[in-house]
């Protein structure tokens, strides 16, 4: 094998030389405009939270809320952010004749788009653990001072709804069935505590009989499901909770009715405390590694849910919408710049960055709307933008 010529080195020590500080360049453009963006997201939150303050909303609780929430609007200012640091980056050194000198030295332009891709990936990097370790105990926080949800619309859907068969044991000991129950749970958490839970009870004719309601619970024992025909345990289990401050309104015939109260009581439930967790959490709360959790588990009991699908692929598929963004933002600033201005592009990088967002928000509507698939659905705008990043650089070329 040939030894490296000096003149190798040489040229060799130059491309480390520029390598780093076209790096360096877009690193910092591309910090400058993700944390220019955020702290203009802030200020908006903050302006937009005064209107609702009030006595038991006060200025310390709203700026706790949007210091719980700053890190989901860092998040989502990621790729608008690449895209617009990378323009500046390069868009400073093409004003300096730096990148007409570079190419002229014979540096193609793959390799310097290639040198701007690679600070873009520490930010792919934070966008995946702000998403895996920080989004769902800071989106719950955010929640807990100030849920929006609990003063919207009466019709908002929120928690876990299920529906419960019934049975009972006849004078015989055979089971017959005894109507179902409603089952709505708030809220729960990871260490087996859950919030308010509201059961109703149907008769087989489809007759309210009871309704009843708790204040909170905690998780207490499983216990195995009996096969039939023999007391022997199976691999299936049920999981306890027991539940606090029950009160119960009891419905009869005649529309008569009788309420009664209770210090605990038993829910039993054919899934884990960390199923439920899952269940009653929205898909933007949960980490990527819990909506994989989440949708193994629906698929397990013969059930989907899209909108959590479509937020695993979101995150999932993360990494490549920033770096599409930056191949786009590297094919403004290619070209003469007496064609167009920094300026210009600046602009024109930034109308493309929010309207790659309102399109991903579109193509998500329409999985939501047709259940067309959602990983499709998420890549279609993210091919889309790397198309025409690489197509409008091969036109420079």
Not at 178 to 201: C, F, M, P, Q, T
């Amino acid at each position: 094998m040939r030894a490296a010529s000096p003149k190798d080195r040489l040229n060799n020590t130059k491309l480390s030389v520029l390598s780093r500080y076209v790096k360096i360049n877009a690193l910092l453009a591309i910090v400058a405009a993700v944390l220019g963006l955020w702290a203009l997201q802030l200020l908006f939150s903050y302006l937009n939270e005064l209107d609702s303050l009030d006595e038991s909303y006060t200025l310390g609780a709203a700026l706790k809320y949007i210091f719980y929430r700053s890190p989901y609007f860092l998040e989502q200012f990621i790729p608008t952010g690449a895209l617009l640091g990378a323009v500046v980056g390069l868009g400073l050194l093409a004003n300096k004749s730096e990148l007409v000198v570079m190419r002229a030295a014979g540096v193609s332009i793959y390799r310097i788009v290639g040198w701007v891709l690679q600070p873009a990936l520490l930010f792919v990097l934070l966008a995946l653990a702000i998403n895996q370790f920080i989004l769902p105990q800071s989106n719950q926080l955010a929640r807990e001072i100030n849920d929006n949800d609990s003063r919207a619309l009466i019709t908002s859907v929120r928690g876990y709804w299920t529906v419960q068969p019934r049975v009972k044991s006849d004078a015989s000991g055979s089971m017959q069935p005894d109507g179902s129950d409603i089952l709505y749970i708030d809220y729960a958490d990871v260490a087996g505590n859950i919030g308010e839970v509201k059961r109703w009870h149907l008769d087989n004719n489809g007759n309210l009989q009871t309704a009843t309601r708790a204040e909170g619970g905690r998780y207490s024992q499983r216990v195995p499901v009996s096969r039939d025909n023999n007391d022997a345990a199976s691999d299936q289990y049920r999981y306890e909770w027991q539940l606090n401050n029950m009160t119960e309104l009891t419905i009869s015939q005649g529309f008569e009715s009788s309420q009664a109260t209770a210090a605990s009581d038993v829910l039993s439930l054919p899934f884990a405390p960390e199923s439920v967790y899952l269940l009653t959490r929205d898909a933007e709360d949960l980490s990527l590694t819990q909506l994989y959790d989440h949708r193994q588990f629906m698929r397990g009991q013969g059930n989907r849910s899209l909108e959590h699908e479509l937020a695993f692929w979101q995150k999932l598929l993360s990494p490549l919408s920033i770096l599409s963004l930056v191949i786009v933002a590297c094919s403004f600033v290619f070209g003469s710049l007496r064609t167009h201005s920094l300026g210009l592009r600046i602009v024109v990088a930034l109308l493309f960055g929010l309207l790659f967002s309102y399109l991903q928000d579109l193509v998500g509507f329409i999985s939501l709307a047709t259940g067309f698939s959602p990983m499709l659905m998420v890549l279609l705008p993210i091919i889309g933008s790397a198309a025409l990043g690489v197509y409008l650089i091969k036109r420079q070329m």
